[in-house]
């Protein structure tokens, strides 16, 4: 089967004096039936490419399928009279939600079969709410202070746009409120009467906080806060006391709060400190036991330069006067402080792993000194789970790593000992000593060490024969620390080392290490990889012809890049969700989330300087007449994040571009009607789909025949 070719339209781009055609432009049209046409196309194309991969497909997939507890329960988590907890079923591709009313103050104890808890009253089932629809996901879920009402939404297309509903908990049955078009965040005053949610404009920019009376039609919701400038986004939301409504603002480097008593939601929202261009806060509430007026506010903030942040206080009558709690360190980027009765749990992170430490609150003071919770594996990720309860003598943590499967503790503050709740169950014979983790450097060409985690079978020697594969994202400060994958196991068992590259642009190192990615610094992200890419080769670690690179939406991005800088160095490139054709994106403000990434990216359309970086960097600007390695490139039709067409243009352009005898490798796999930016949504056809990916990462890294199909 000939790979399709896309027919082309002529389109100048004229900007800064600079012609470009482009002419796949036409992609952008998504009701264009030659659109869809052309997608099928590939999609046939991808599955007749990748038909001889059907049967390790399969296997990939029966071990995910085999090695996961299909029936099972989260560890419940207290709030007020009720345990609150999720379970599966097996068989079911959704969480059914449920509550049992609590009798003590330690969980449930878990069955082993996973099975309901005796007198359990299940709140929302996702397998029936999802009857009759192909793509399912929540977004809102908040149960209203009294416990007796849910608000919560639902989206059937996977283009993140919610219809919220009201569920009457004590007869199970919905009310007749239904707000169709609605975000994520949503908010109930004290009196269970009124509740706050957020709206997006054109751009799927969240911009507008309603409020809306239980019983009354969403025409008469009352619109409380717009904001108008389009860099902005916002979210509502309460603060662990409950005592504040929270309306929060940011744009990618400035932030503004606004908090209103929720027992008054009719009054006005009153700003903590008016916005100031390139200062990032967020605020916490402590409530005094006795005295409201002596109530605090915990501010993590960046002013002054502080760019690792500091820990302030503030008195609640006067929210924008904030003293010192703990000083910036260039050490320590601070994450989080969240309130609690009697103490503050403090998120932070240091020397590229996070970190969580609980600090007294003695006579109504915040204290400097905590204690931080130790771990002592010698990479990992840990951070503040559950923990709604405001007045608690335990800490609910989160913990996990390469080798160590996700698992839930409860820190007891009172004598500083963890108690392991559950660890996330991994059958089929399942053994974390047969598993090495370890931290490896790369240096980049200015000269900056990049960490990498890395794992891998015990006893694999660094003699350059194994199978690698390389993953990184490299935006927004987003940090990809160190997690557990049962999918992994697959490629692990099969002989692959997996690494996570701690590129420049993501958060892992610290404030600075965004920066030194970001804007006109954007370059290092992607340089930073290919570093790391010749780090693992040059270690031994990657065989030099069966590296594989990973990365999705902004790593998509990345992806492209790598695969233009080095086409060489790769035996493969999966790019999910890619974002891939960046500037033609980033110069059109009408395109969802355009003008709010101006401030990660640049605004082309304004400073020359930004577009002829961008231009020279954006993957599908840059295809040349190359041999490139074989590429897959995944995406979904309703993408809100990520348009389709960028990868869909891209690909058309390597196709047309790269030497005689590269398309046959290049791929392209569309989900046409039910996905969006994460993928499929029913956790079975994840699987698929996650088997589809490892199988064509085997694939492109040359394990084929009975290497590829029998694991360790």
Known sequence: MKPPVAKTQPHERVQHGDHVQDPYYWFLDKDDKDVRTYLEAENAFTAAATDGQAALRERIFQEIKGRTKETDLSVPTRKGDWWHYARTEEGKQYSIHCRLAATGPNPPELPEDGSALPGEQVLLDGNALAEGHDFFSFGAFDISPDDRLLAYSTDFDGDERYTLRIRDLETGQDLTDEIPNTHYSTAWAADNSV??????????????????????????DVLVFEEPDERFWLGVGL?????????????????????LRADDPTGEFRVVKERQTGVEYAVDHWAHPTDSDRDVLLVVHNSDGKENFELATAPITAPGEWTPLLAHDPAVRLLDAEAFADHFVLEYRKDGLTGVAVHPIVDGVPSAQGSPIAFDEP?????????????????????????????????????????????????????????????????????????????HRKGLQPDSTA?????????????????????RLSLLDRGFVFAIAHIRGGGEMGRFWYEQGKLLHKKNTFTDFVACGRAMVAEGWAAPDRLVARGGSAGGLLMGAIANLAPDLWAGVLAEVPFVDALNTILDPSLPLTVMEWDEWGNPLESAEVYQYMKE???????????????????????????????????????????????????????????????????????????????WVCGAAKLDGPAAEESQ
């Open 467 to 487: 199978p690698c594969l390389l993953y990184g994202y490299g935006s927004y400060e987003a940090s990809m620390d160190p997690y557990f994958s049962v999918a």
């Open 379 to 455: 990479i990992y990720s840990v951070g503040t789970g559950s923990n709604p309860e405001y007045t608690t003598d335990r800490v609910r943590i989160g913990y996990g790593s390469m080798v160590t499967p996700s698992s839930v503790y409860d820190y007891d503050i009172a004598n500083g000992t963890l108690t392991l709740l559950k660890r996330q169950p991994v059958l089929g014979g399942f053994d974390p000593e047969q598993y090495e983790q370890r931290r490896v450097w790369a240096v980049a060409e200015d000269g900056t060490r990049i960490p990498i985690s890395v794992v």
């Open 239 to 259: 603060s662990r006391s409950e005592k504040y409504l929270e309306i929060s603002l940011g744009s990618k480097i400035t932030s503004e709060s606004r908090l």
């Open 195 to 220: 509740f706050f949610y957020t709206t997006v404009d054109e751009a799927w920019r969240p911009y507008r906080v309603h409020r809306h009376a239980i019983g009354t039609p969403a025409e008469q």
């Open 617 to 695: 960097y954006s993957p599908y600007e840059n295809v040349a007449a190359v041999a490139y390695p074989p590429i897959l490139a995944r995406t979904s039709v309703n993408d809100t994040r990520v348009g389709y067409h960028e990868p869909a243009k891209w690909i058309a352009r390597l196709r047309a571009t790269a030497l005689n005898g590269q398309s046959k490798d290049i791929l392209l796999k569309t989900e046409i009607e039910s996905a969006g930016h994460g993928g499929k949504s029913g956790r079975y056809d994840a699987w698929h789909e996650e088997a589809f990916a490892l199988a």
